[in-house]
């Protein structure tokens, strides 16, 4: 089935560790998005990739990073400069379809908690 | 910022028509209207866009009003797993342009 990953579903990491959270897709998007989820919270955009090895800053990226060095994967590193971590994240896809909007197709998500 | 403004919450008996409405007064000439649904602890789930037209699919009906400053997503049949998160958003064509959630509507089916 084609589709958009993330794993694991649920981390647990301790305060001041790094981590990184897993997103492929084999829908052979061009774009790809982490955003994160706070408790009765809309998503916030994190970082975004038009295309690989290229990627842009989003709305809050400080303590995040990120790599496009293929187009079916974009892992999101969350570093100790993150002040509070702790979150829902969900990764998501969107293709270039010839006369379509860009709908964005969205990943399960994975809740990650720093104790 | 979110360039759409909601309801925080509704509610609707099952089987009835759910209406949820959104306001998007500074939306632009090129901009479409999407309208995504999050269940608890998953992702969110595209239902339906548009850009002037009322739309239907399998999923719901798009009425975006003449002057295209608010719309109103319908489910023609509510059921309890329609009950979610409903994210109304304005965005245009170019794939440069972000898509910007707010904070939705909660929508709750009422058995």
């Known amino acids: 089935d084609g589709g958009i990953t993330q794993s694991p579903k649920y981390l647990f990491r301790k305060e001041g560790q790094n981590v990184t959270l897993s997103c492929e897709q084999n829908l052979n998007h061009d774009a790809m998005y982490w955003y994160r989820q706070d408790p009765g919270q809309g998503l916030r955009l994190i970082y975004y990739?038009?295309?690989?090895?290229?990627?842009q800053k989003g709305d809050i990226a400080e303590g995040y990073s990120v790599s496009r060095e293929k187009k079916e994967s974009f892992p999101l590193t969350v570093t100790s400069a993150q002040k509070n971590p702790t979150a829902f994240y969900l990764c998501?896809?969107?293709?270039?379809?010839?006369?379509?909007?860009?709908?964005?197709?969205f990943g399960p998500g994975t809740r990650l908690t720093v104790l | 910022d979110a360039k759409t403004t909601q309801p925080t919450s509704m509610d609707c008996a099952e089987g009835r028509a759910a209406n949820l409405p959104c306001n998007h007064s500074?939306?632009?000439?090129?901009?479409?209207v999407y309208w995504y649904r999050q269940i608890h602890s998953q992702g969110p789930q595209y239902i339906i866009h548009g850009l002037k037209n009322n739309e239907t699919n399998e999923m719901a009906s798009l009425i975006i009003t003449e002057d295209r400053k608010s719309s109103t997503l319908i489910l023609p049949h509510a059921t309890l797993r329609d009950t979610a998160v409903y994210y109304c958003i304005v965005r245009s064509m170019n794939r440069d342009d972000k898509i910007i959630f707010g904070k939705g509507t909660r929508l709750h089916i009422l058995p």
């Open positions: 990739s038009q295309i690989v090895n290229d990627f």
């Open positions: 998501a896809s969107s293709g270039d379809r010839q006369g379509r909007i860009n709908e964005q197709f």
């Open positions: 500074t939306i632009s000439g090129n901009e479409y």
